[in-house]
């Protein structure tokens, strides 16, 4: 059987070891293609200002790629929510809680969901896990007023609504719920001093001044 020479055999690894180096920097810069394509994703599925439909398809490209990462799901929970998908809105947070049940915020948005259902019962659960996961959310407490406040409880609501604003004073939605709540229970006095410190907060609240109009006072 005839011998390669050593200038033949010399040729033969020098064009075996550049194939093997261009499929390395092939492999290379297909790896960073990818990781810049995830990074580009998950920076969109995480900015809750873009359209919903780019978080949507962002969240779907991490999910591909990383089924556990719940985060994802959430994400994509809150932008079908924000487009009334209520069930697939749901369907994506009761998975993120699967992955986590401690995630506070999945609950605090399957609740706000379950609300747009009118399932209050419902929402009125999850705002409540969402406080005991998280009780420094001042947000859940004054989502969780007006829950209350539309299922006729208006002491709960006031209760929650004042919560709201002891952990957080400049929580202006707050001070607008308790106001709601207390007119709700006939306290009209309590209800201006609240619409006012929310005016006070942000002037020319619409949702303020409307209020202090329909109690018969300016602000």
Known sequence: MPRLSPTNRARI?????TGCLALILFMNYQARTERKALQDATAKCANVMLPPATAIAAC?????KAPKAGWAYGARGLAYSSVLQQDLAIADLDRAI??????????AVRAGT???KGDRKREIEDYTKAIELNPADAQSYSNRAVAYLQNGESELAIAD???AIEINPQLVVAYVNRAAAH?????????????????AL???DQTSTD????LGVGG
């Open 60 to 64: 779907s490209a991490i999910i591909a």
């Open 202 to 204: 942000k002037p020319g």
């Open 114 to 116: 379950y609300g747009s």
């Open 161 to 163: 609504a004042s919560r």
């Open 13 to 17: 690894l020098i064009t075996v070891a």
């Open 98 to 107: 699967s992955i986590d049940p401690n995630f506070a915020w999945a609950y």
């Open 183 to 199: 007119k709700k229970s006939g306290d009209d006095a309590r209800a201006i001093e609240d619409y006012r410190s929310a005016l």
């Open 211 to 214: 209020g202090l109009k329909r």
